[in-house]
């Protein structure tokens, strides 16, 4: 009897051991479901002895990791259950036979992670862990066909709307007869330019894309050709998808408008019989065909700046037709043959409000007025001009540019010393893009080609900085030498750089001291007045300014110096005030400024008389 309970507990306990040696070898089970369907988590756990429900404890939660909880699903305890996450359940029943799996009802994205089951029957904790990984599978929009004009192009695109994750990749496939080609590798011939924009995300949790691709008609067979829509994504059964749009090529000849019009004439021919006028109404618009220019912009684009994007349209007539202005947005470039998920979604927009026309007969000019930001750089603008019943764009990209806003050269120190290290440092702020490029000139040409720089650095309002240094021993003969930090930046126009000047000058500049005005002109007695002096073009900064009158100093609370400020030229400028209350004694008073500095010859002095002409 004392035996066989024994052995019945070794064997219990041994169980325990073999059940979480087992729960812990498992590695963590991976459940993989579509959003909006119902998936059960599984946990069993050991009840042998029938525990009654109010001795369990059931904790579910989505984990940081295997001990940490993000946050809760769903806890059993004092023999009630509550739910955290609305749709989730545990069976009661199912408890008593060990079973705590968890039932989630129409999961969505959010509802991803690693779930963890912990079951505690004191002293014994279970724990059951399983990743769920929830796919969204995107709706994708691409129309079955699509005609292209001869001798113009199409712009095609696939519209992928709700996946999840965001990790999807599009290519495009051509099939053209029996032959498929990608469309990103069937450059310049193919296609003039595929594009596929950055995924972005929706109030969901789930993801969308567009992408594009831009087909010449020469390049469609007779046949048409069919370009298909290849999206690789974790949602699909297989990880792939497709869909395809069949293009055909349409004779500008044969189209219903064209159609039209030569019915029309043959009617006009029949009737008035006008046969020679109607031929030189015929050949000048249909064998002459109209001419458009490519969008005409300014060579160098400046931010914050008005700027006009000009399309020049030729042989068409006013009242047939219409011009449309687009803007295309993306955040990056979209360039040519490339397909790659890190590319800006594009975002159309009607901009024909801010364009006018000016037409002289058959020709016209339309311009559109703009205004950009940076983050406008990239941009896209469309020309659509509309005739007919035809439709043909031209399209530019837009590079904004802004030109550095401060330049300039420091030097460490202040004053050079012969025999010593000079540290010069050129800075230059405020610019965009970042395609600066910096060289270092001594005297006339030489290059100095010890730089380190720095940057460049970009803000929070996406501009750029850039520093450059220099360093060098001064040596006697250096005296004067000019050092040039020559930038150059795609927004300089020709030559496209410009210098900034330091020359070495070991003796200091001793400042101009201009002549003592009096604020206001004439002050009554006991009105407030101030003397200012202003103390210009010196270095180094350190200068001393002392006033006195008639011999004796005044009270330093009269005296107000402003601190010397550094001018563009590397010389510092500064200005004395002197705040007085004239008595009447004051008036016919002497009021001297002394300007002591390291560079000067001999010590510089300016007098104002307080004018008594006023006192009667
Ligand atoms: C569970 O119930 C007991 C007694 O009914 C109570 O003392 C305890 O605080 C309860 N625990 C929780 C977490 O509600
Ligand atoms: C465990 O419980 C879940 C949900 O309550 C149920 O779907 C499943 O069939 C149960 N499993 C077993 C083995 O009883
Ligand atoms: C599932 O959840 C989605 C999003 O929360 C909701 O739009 C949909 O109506 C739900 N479906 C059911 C059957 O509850
Ligand atoms: C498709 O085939 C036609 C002739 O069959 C050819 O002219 C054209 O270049 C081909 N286009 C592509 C995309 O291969």
């Not at 812990?24 to 042998?48: H, Q, R």
């Not at 050949?283 to 300014?298: A, G, L, Q």
């Not at 940057?455 to 501009?463: A, I, Y």
């Not at 705040?579 to 400024?593: H, I």
Request: charged share 20%; hydrophobic share 35%.
């Amino acid at each position: 009897m004392n035996s066989s309970w024994d052995i019945k507990h070794v064997i219990t306990i041994m169980l325990i051991i073999l059940h979480c040696k087992g729960a812990n070898a498992e590695s963590t089970k991976k459940i993989a479901i579509l959003a909006g369907t119902d998936v059960t988590l599984n946990c069993f756990f050991n009840n042998p002895e029938h525990v009654p429900l109010k001795k369990i404890t059931v904790e579910w939660g989505i984990m940081v990791d295997k001990e940490t909880i993000k946050h809760l699903v769903y806890t059993f305890q004092n023999e009630s259950g509550k739910v955290h996450r609305e749709g989730s359940q545990v069976d009661q029943t199912g408890l008593l036979q060990g079973n705590a799996s968890l039932h989630l009802f129409n999961v969505t994205v959010a509802d991803e992670g690693l779930y963890r089951c912990r079951v505690i029957i004191t002293p014994n904790i279970y724990k059951v862990s399983s990743q769920l990984e929830v796919s969204a599978r995107p709706s994708v929009s691409l129309p079955e066909t699509a005609t292209v004009m001869e001798g113009e192009e199409r712009t095609l695109m696939c519209d992928i709307m709700g996946f999840y994750p965001e990790n999807l990749a599009v290519t495009w496939l051509i099939q053209n007869g029996s032959r498929v080609a990608r469309g990103s590798m069937a450059r310049g011939t193919v296609s003039r330019d595929v594009c596929t924009g950055m995924a972005v995300p929706n109030p969901d949790g789930t993801y969308s894309v567009s992408s594009r691709i831009t087909v010449q008609a020469t390049t469609v067979g007779s046949g048409g050709a069919m370009y298909i829509c290849h999206i690789e994504h974790r949602s699909y059964p297989d990880g792939k998808y497709s869909k395809s749009i069949l293009l055909t090529v349409q004779d500008p000849g044969f189209n219903a408008v064209t159609l039209m019009v030569v019915t029309s004439l043959v009617s006009v021919l029949l009737v008035f019989s006008v046969i020679g006028g109607a031929m030189v109404f015929y050949r000048y618009f249909f064998t002459v065909p109209p001419s458009i220019s490519d969008i005409i912009k300014p060579t160098i684009i400046y931010a914050m700046k008005p700027t006009n994007l000009k399309c020049i349209i030729k042989r068409v007539r006013v009242r047939e037709l219409k011009v449309k202005w687009y803007k295309i947005t993306a955040n990056t470039d979209c360039t040519a043959a490339s397909n790659s998920q890190s590319m800006a979604l594009l975002s159309h927009k009607d901009m024909s409000d801010q364009a006018n026309i000016h037409s002289e007969g058959v020709d016209h000019v339309s311009t559109l007025s703009i205004c950009l930001s940076v983050s406008e750089d990239q941009a896209k603008y469309l020309c659509v001009v509309l005739y007919r019943g035809r439709k043909i764009t031209r399209e530019t990209t837009v590079s904004v540019k802004v030109t550095p806003s401060f330049f300039h050269i420091s030097s460490m120190p202040q004053i050079p010393e012969v025999e010593r290290l000079l540290v010069l440092c050129c800075r230059v702020e405020k610019f965009y893009p970042d395609d600066l490029h910096l060289e270092w000139l001594r005297n006339d040409g030489e290059q100095v080609r010890t730089a380190t720089n720095y940057g460049p650095f970009s803000d929070h309002e996406r501009m750029y900085s850039m520093w450059s240094k220099i360093e060098l021993t001064v040596a006697q003969e250096d005296e004067r030498a000019v050092y040039t930090c020559r930038l150059y930046h795609s927004s300089f126009p020709g030559p496209g750089y410009k210098d900034v000047l330091y020359h070495i000058n070991t003796q200091g500049t001793p400042p101009s001291v201009m002549f003592i005005k009096c604020e206001p002109l004439l002050p009554l007695p006991d009105e407030e007045c101030t003397l200012n002096l202003c103390i210009k073009d010196f270095c180094p900064e350190q200068v001393s300014v002392t006033w006195f009158k008639d011999g004796q100093g005044v009270p330093t609370r009269q005296v107000f110096n402003s601190p010397p400020s550094l001018n563009i030229n590397g010389l510092y400028s500064m200005w004395s005030f002197l705040k007085l209350s004239p008595t009447t004694e004051d008036y016919g008073s002497e009021f001297r400024c002394r300007v002591v500095h390291i560079a000067q010859k001999e010590l510089e002095e300016r007098v104002f008389t307080l004018s008594d002409l006023i006192v009667t």
